[in-house]
């Protein structure tokens, strides 16, 4: 049973720490940022947490942004408050994660403690991706004011570092949960 593999707080503290860290953070940057910021735009989710994005979309929001100051220092403030934090902590959580749960499970017939380096790789990109996003959004929405050409482009990359950010979130835990839960070799009971 997982339970039962599952480490408590004294055993595995950083993997503990990490998931309620990103838990809390995760909180804040609803309670203390989307909602406020959706109420100020009129409804417009954050740039970070729509998948759906366009570029065209996040030059409409830039310009919307530009006429409500406070809502761009609110977008500017998680930036750098909670979602300076968030990736980091997060990707160790994902991280830590699939280290707890690839002992004695398979991938595709393979022992998935093999293909730990491969599987780790996920949280790490995710990491990276996000980070790249809220640069990116720190160079487009005001303050900055970026030339139209470098706004289009800066945009466009915006709407794309989120899907995979999304992509890298969603696939570790697809595969967290198939180490977890999936079919163990012949000798376990």
Do not use: C
């Not at 203390?32 to 994005?53: K, N, Q």
């Not at 289009?152 to 696939?171: G, H, M």
């Amino acid at each position: 049973m997982i339970l039962e593999r599952t480490p408590g707080p004294r055993r595995a503290p950083l993997l503990w720490a990490s998931g309620v860290l990103s838990a809390g953070l995760l909180a804040w940057m609803h309670i203390g940022f989307a909602r406020p910021f959706a109420a100020l735009t009129g409804g417009r989710a954050m740039p970070d947490l729509d998948i759906e994005s366009t570029g065209q979309g996040l030059l409409a929001l830039k310009s919307l942004l530009e006429t409500r100051p406070e809502a761009a220092e609110l977008l500017r403030a998680m930036h750098l408050g909670p979602d300076l934090l968030l990736p980091a902590v997060l990707g160790l959580f994902l991280f830590l994660l699939m280290r707890q749960a690839a002992p004695g499970a398979t991938l595709y017939g393979r022992p998935a403690e093999r293909l730990l380096p491969a599987l780790t790789a996920l949280p790490a990109a995710y990491v990276a991706v996000d980070y790249a996003e809220n640069i990116l959004s720190l160079m487009l929405f005001p303050p900055a004011m970026p030339a139209s050409g470098t706004a289009d482009l800066l945009a466009e990359a915006i709407s794309w570092l989120t899907r995979l950010k999304f992509a890298a979130l969603v696939i570790s835990g697809i595969l967290i949960l198939r180490l977890t839960f999936g079919p163990k070799p012949e000798n376990e009971p």
